[in-house]
């Protein structure tokens, strides 16, 4: 491609910039209306009760409070997945997780709600507690769902790709370790809000801090039972997302059923804790991983084994259980694969999508072994990568399809600019580096829900005026969506970025679009608006070629010009050129959509994992560890990340730079976790950290330096050939402060995060001659079924299952 | 039980130069009523604890978490939000930077962040990257990692010098 952009690739001051740095950007908190009300939730403080009765009296009867909801108001479950509708908005006769919604106060003011909440009389009885996977595995009863594969076990997969043990029989050396990623959570600035009226003429509009307002807006109707045209949905934009507002929340459904029934507006917005509580974020995953490889560093099998904390709900763990496995292939040439996957219930809050989505928990696994691996064969962890990157333009073994591969380009660019080769094994002690590397989906290949309709669609309308104005459902979060769709609707029409206006997220104006998840904005959105933007393109070029006397395909568009390709010097303006489509054709707008293409996998499951392209990122991290108090510092980290080409280069800095942030906090801190308090205090799973202050995330005094480099190899699938940024630059930070870990004082911390009492304890292991390593010592005995067979593609497959496995039943003793 | 709410107070609040008569239950924090009752919304809030540093305003020139104050004891004081930075239509150094060069992503902690980096340079005019460092460890963003941030109030610094030496 020589085509010189004007607006794509140059560093700019995005749309939506000014709003931001003015205080003008509406939150949804920032929604004030006339008449409003205040919703305050009652969450439950036991981890798993039935709930005997509810007496709302007194709570009724306070001045200033309009109306009392409990879960005997709302008799439809819902589930942001169609195959787990396993929640109810306020929880009819069971709490499954401390923090569940039990009953709603709308008040005249917040102050009145919180104080109404303690007129309510809740009686629970207590249920037996299920505090994690290795309990739940060996708890069948009581189930906290009555749905699952048996027991407490939400669900089981089991995939095999060609025979691994015969692969990893035929290997010079086998590896296998086992892994622990503890959960942590998204922690948006943004405390989640809502705010919920009914219009004029009777219908339901939402305003929230969503990431999905399409799939809020389809599954509110269901909940609510009223028709979805009747329900509009319109997602502020986000204090931050990270996958935590991606599901529709409890609160959401509350205040859209208190608007309804008394006719005013009602607002919601959670307290720090409160947010802590709901959650939805990353999976606490333990990992045994087999590896097979050659002497030469080839691998010849791999086999990862993962059993997720799934917390009280389903949510997406469907979605979330498939991605703990289903990325492991896209990075190095896996010519077998196996993958069996479970997740189990228990009474905490539920997991979900985390930047990442499931898979930054294997990526840890597979990248600290690779950094085994090389150890042991005395090969350089960054040439053993380079020589086993997959093949651009390949499928992998459990047939996803790998376009453009930048990613042994992004390990030279690390390997040079960190100064690798004078550093890995030979700082002084006490100081290290580690290399990791990691790939992401470009969008899912699928939605949420089946169907052949397109995943975005944009919209665009223009007037006499020269005004440009864009409609998508895609959701502005922070990332920078809005500037996207603008900088490509901009750079196809020849117009300044900041001509276009964008109307965004909202399901009453703005044709659908799935939301900002599974980093799919930029392709998915970018290639409908290209669509959109080449289709009116066509219009003015046709009216301005009569005009100009040429040819349509010799007018030209550029710095808000239309011109003869052949003959620039004579340009009219955009403005006169609309005037003139508008003259000819009538009222000017079009429409634009974008579908993936079909994925070649054809197994039952194959549809997680596809993605219309794959980013690629290589890290390099230096870390410096004090014996005495085991507190690590990181000082620099080196990361380049193949993202095709940088719409703007200045938010995709950030969005690199940002991941790294993320990805420190998950190394070396943040953690979710939960303690029982004692049985005299209820015996409940409570978290034992609810607060900013508690709950450690990197400050500015943290943050260490981060040199970003962007490869640019531009994809065809992808618009402009962009690939996705927001969530691959993630997932190579955490195994590489692992690895610089190990390089520094020779101490394997195989568990994230790597905290000071870790490092302390595996260095007295090593002092005594112990093997120096705290990680997981066992993995318990899950019932993964049979595994489907699915020949890859070298072995004569043609991406179906060759077997029909039995997945139940499994024997209940097997369990215990 | 005694339900009656209490009595509102009146007094008047100076925001960004700006006196105005306000009226509020006294128990109410500064953030609050910047908000509720002022509608200065680009204030924002991400704990009510004094633990974000999103809420940050100026008082007297100090960036004050507004969640902790209460409004009560702010009567008559210079109080300073993200709303008055910007004279007229034009942008103040600070917020030229920060959208120009990717100090604010999502925008959240952005009118938190700006509002001590208005506090740090009229003290320091040329901070070192340290002292920037420092002047905004109370204030969390989830999105930038931070370097976005230094790099923009850097550049507002070296803009506003150039400015006054004109």
């Known amino acids: ?816 | 039980m005694k339900t009656a709410a209490p009595t509102n107070v009146h007094l008047v609040l100076r925001v960004n130069g700006e006196e105005q008569q306000v009226s509020f239950a006294p128990y109410k924090t500064l953030l609050e009523v910047l908000r509720e009752d002022m509608n200065l919304t680009g204030t924002k809030h991400g704990c009510e604890l004094g633990e974000c540093g999103a809420c940050a305003v100026l008082v007297e020139g100090v960036p004050v978490l507004s969640c902790l104050a209460l409004a009560l004891d702010c009567e008559g004081r210079a109080i300073e939000t993200v709303e008055g930075l910007a004279s007229g239509g034009k942008l103040h150094p600070l917020q030229a930077a920060f959208a120009d060069l990717g100090g604010a992503q999502c925008g959240y902690c952005t009118p938190g962040i700006l509002m001590t980096a208005k506090a740090l340079l009229e003290r320091e005019p040329n901070p070192s990257r340290e002292r920037i460092k420092e002047a905004i460890s109370g204030n969390l963003c989830r999105c930038t990692g931070y370097q976005q941030i230094y790099e923009s109030i850097e550049e507002a610094a070296r803009t506003i010098q150039q400015g006054s030496k004109r």
């Not at chain 1, 600035?189 to 801090?209: F, M, N």
């Not at chain 1, 829900?449 to 440009?468: A, C, F, H, T």
């Not at chain 1, 955009?574 to 707008?589: C, D, H, M, S, W």
């Open chain 1, 1 to 816: 491609m020589t085509k010189r952009f004007d607006v794509i690739g140059k560093p700019r001051r995005r749309v939506d910039g000014r709003a931001k740095v003015t205080g003008l950007t509406r939150f949804a908190d920032d929604v004030m209306l006339p008449r409003m009300l205040h919703c305050k939730l009652l969450r439950s403080a036991h981890p798993h009760a039935t709930i005997e009765s509810i007496d709302v009296s007194r709570a009724q009867a306070r001045p200033g409070v309009h109306l009392v909801l409990t879960g005997k108001d709302f008799p439809v479950t819902f589930g942001i997945l169609p195959v787990t509708q396993d929640e109810y908005p306020l929880a009819p006769e069971r709490v499954r997780y401390v923090g569940e919604p039990v009953a709603a106060i709308i008040a005249r003011d917040e102050q009145t709600a919180f104080e109404a909440l303690d007129l309510i009389d809740v009686q629970y009885r207590p249920l037996k507690t299920i505090s994690d996977p290795k309990e739940a595995l060996a708890t069948p009863e009581p189930r906290i769902h009555s749905y699952g594969e048996q027991g407490n076990i939400h669900r089981l997969q089991a995939l095999e790709f060609g025979d691994v043990n015969e692969a990893l029989a035929r290997a010079d050396h086998v590896f296998e370790d086992l892994f622990f990623y503890e959960g942590n959570t998204h922690l948006p600035i943004e405390q989640h809000a809502s705010v919920a009226a009914v219009d004029g003429e009777g219908k339901l509009t939402l305003w929230s801090s969503t990431q999905v307002p399409h799939y809020i807006h389809r599954a509110l109707a269901n909940a609510l039972q009223i028709p979805p045209a009747h329900v509009r949905v319109i997602a502020c934009p986000n204090g931050g997302g990270f996958g935590g507002k991606c599901d529709l929340h409890n609160h959401e459904i509350v205040v859209s059923k208190a608007a309804i029934l008394l006719g005013r507006p009602v607002k919601i917005c959670l307290t720090r804790e409160e947010v802590f509580y709901m959650h939805r974020g990353r999976h606490p995953v333990l990992m045994r991983m087999r590896t097979g490889v050659t002497k030469d560093g080839k691998i010849t099998g791999m086999h990862t084994q993962t059993l997720l904390d799934g917390g009280a709900y389903g949510g997406y763990g469907a979605a979330s259980t498939f991605y703990t496995g289903v990325l492991q292939t896209v990075t190095y040439e896996i010519p077998r694969y196996k993958f069996d996957a479970c997740r189990t219930f228990t009474n905490k809050p539920p997991c979900g999508p985390k930047r990442g989505h499931g898979t930054p928990q294997p990526r840890f696994g597979q990248e600290v072994q690779l950094d085994r691996i090389a150890e042991k064969l005395e090969i350089d962890p960054a040439e053993l990568r380079l020589s086993i990157v997959a093949k651009p333009n390949t499928l992998t073994a459990n047939w996803l399809k790998i376009g453009t591969i930048g990613l042994a380009e992004c390990i030279r660019k690390v390997v040079a600019s960190s100064d690798w080769k004078n550093k890995f094994r030979k700082l002084p002690e006490g100081r290290g580096v580690g290399l990791a590397c990691g790939a992401y989906l470009c969008g899912a290949g699928l939605p949420i829900y089946w169907n052949k309709m397109p995943q975005s669609g944009v919209q665009l309308l223009i007037d006499r005026s020269g005004q440009v104005t864009v409609f998508c459902g895609a959701t502005e979060i922070g990332q920078g969506s809005d500037d996207v769709l603008a900088a490509i609707v901009a750079e196809v029409l020849g117009i300044d970025a900041y001509d276009v206006r964008c109307v965004t997220g909202d399901t009453g104006l703005t044709p659908v679009d799935l939301g900002s998840y599974s980093s799919r904005v930029t392709v998915m959105m970018g290639n409908a608006a290209i669509q959109a933007a080449e289709r009116l393109r066509e219009l003015i070029a046709r009216a301005a070629a009569e005009h100009m006397e040429t040819l349509p395909e010799n007018v030209g568009f550029a710095q808000g010009r239309v011109f003869r390709a052949d003959d620039p010097g004579k340009p009219m303006s955009f403005r006169e050129a609309i005037v003139l489509a508008e003259e000819k054709f009538g009222t000017l707008g079009s429409v634009g959509s974008y579908s993936p293409p079909r994925a070649p996998g054809r197994y039952k499951g194959a549809g997680v994992g596809p993605s219309p392209a794959y980013s690629y990122t290589a890290c390099v991290v230096e870390a410096e560890v004090d014996r005495n108090t085991g507190w690590i510092t990181v000082p620099k980290v080196w990361i380049a990340h193949d993202i095709g080409r940088a719409v703007n280069p200045v938010s995709a800095r950030g969005q690199v730079e940002g991941s790294v942030y993320m990805g420190l906090g998950e190394a070396l801190m943040e953690e979710q976790v939960f303690r029982r308090l004692p049985p005299k205090l209820s015996n409940a799973l409570v978290h034992k950290i609810p607060s900013l202050l508690e709950y450690k995330s990197l400050t500015s005094l943290d943050m260490p330096e981060v040199f970003t480099e962007l490869v640019e190899d531009p994809d065809p699938n992808c618009p402009f050939g962009a690939k996705e940024v927001g969530q691959g630059p993630l997932l190579p930070v955490m195994p590489a402060v692992a690895n610089a870990v190990y390089d520094a004082i020779g101490v394997r911390i195989d568990e994230l995060p790597i905290t000071p009492d870790k490092v302390l304890a595996a260095l007295e292991k090593k002092a005594k001659g112990e093997t120096p390593r705290v990680g997981p010592e066992s993995f318990p005995d899950v019932p993964y079924p049979e595994p489907m067979l699915v020949p890859p593609p070298w072995e004569g497959g043609d991406g179906n299952s060759v077997n029909t496995p039995r997945r139940r039943p499994v024997k209940k003793e097997a369990l215990a």
